[in-house]
């Protein structure tokens, strides 16, 4: 059990720590203090301890090389960009996480750290019951849900052998994402929210009808956090569980955004339907009863209009911390 406030956990590995979750986990991290903090990821960032491909072999030992008792694997390839490039996907999603299995596995007696992996909704496949319980089957159609699948069936094996001691959560659709869109099926989610509040008009690709699983950035450091302290004896060998959220129609995303900025932000939404995502987002899950999680304690944003308020407060928050331009 890893207990993040009594001192036990000395050092913690965050991989993909350069990614939008990463960087606010580590924000978190820091913030809470008393543990060394090991950040890698494949792209150079400042704050990095190490860059380089967590496939690639001898990679994952260089960073378990310090022994950390805590380690949250975010690192992959996201939804779009697994679809389009099939050996990329497994490369990094498959190979890299069967690599720190390994390594974790090799590095000898007496090393038995927490490993928090992030999995996805995506391992969950049509057709779907109107709310997905604990028990509904793991059957994905995407690249991505395959590969995430697998690293759920590996992580409970290898905790199950006593390796490690694994959870893995299943985020749902992270809204209202900051920065720049990158290639997941699903950045539209965001991207009708976060352009129209920066008064920049937004692309929806699929019908207002559209329903899915949410749940803010805020929301994902406490499913995180909250996972990294649980006791995982009360998972038994269910290690992976569907994290709580809100389910909600692209129509009721818009809705709360014309709540909460008003007509002029909603009007600033342009339909250009898709087939390619509407596609992949037919086979996404629309709705979950997370019960077992709820149970464990992990708990979901209250309401659509809070995730949108929340990203606002946190740019806002942002802002206020840049430094100022210097003066001419």
């Avoid at 030992?61 to 008792?69: D, G």
């Avoid at 679809?83 to 996907?89: I, N, P, S, Y």
């Avoid at 209202?176 to 990158?182: D, L, T």
């Amino acid at each position: 059990m890893a207990d993040l406030g009594s001192g036990l956990v000395k050092r913690i590995l965050v991989i993909g720590a350069a990614g939008m979750i990463g960087r606010k986990l580590v924000a978190r991290l820091a913030a809470q203090g008393g543990a060394e903090l090991i950040q890698h990821d494949v792209v150079p960032f400042e704050g990095a301890s190490a860059v380089s491909d967590l496939s690639t072999p001898g990679e994952a030992e260089k960073l378990i090389a310090a022994r950390p008792e805590l380690i949250f694997h975010l690192a992959a390839v996201v939804s779009g960009e697994a679809e389009a490039d099939f050996e990329k996907g497994y490369r990094v999603n498959l190979d890299g996480t069967r690599q720190l299995f390994e390594a974790i596995r090799l590095a000898g007696e007496g090393y038995r750290p927490k490993v928090v992996f992030t999995s996805s909704i995506a391992v969950f496949g049509a057709p779907f019951p109107d709310a997905i319980g604990d028990e509904f089957l793991n059957a994905p159609l995407t690249s991505y849900g395959t590969q995430k699948a697998i690293g759920e069936l590996l992580l409970s094996d290898y905790s199950r052998r006593g390796f490690f001691d694994g959870i893995g959560i299943r985020l749902p659709t992270i809204c209202v994402r900051p920065g720049k869109p990158n290639k997941a099926a699903s950045g539209f989610f965001s991207g009708i929210l976060r352009e129209p509040l920066a008064g920049q008009e937004a692309v929806l690709p699929v019908p207002e009808t559209v329903r899915h699983w949410f749940a803010s950035p805020r929301a994902a450091i406490g499913f995180l956090l909250h996972a990294a302290a649980l006791d995982t004896r009360r998972l038994g060998d269910r290690r992976n569980l569907s994290m709580p959220g809100l389910s909600a129609t692209v129509g009721e995303q818009i809705e709360a955004l014309r709540g909460v900025a008003g007509e002029k932000a909603a009007r600033l939404i342009r339909r250009e339907p898709d087939p390619a995502i509407m596609r992949i987002v037919e086979g996404w899950p629309r709705n979950f009863d997370a019960r077992r999680a709820l149970e464990l304690g992990f708990r979901a944003d209250a309401s659509f209009d809070d995730i949108i308020r929340f990203h606002l407060e946190d740019e806002a928050q942002k802002k206020s911390a840049s430094p100022l331009p210097a003066r001419a």
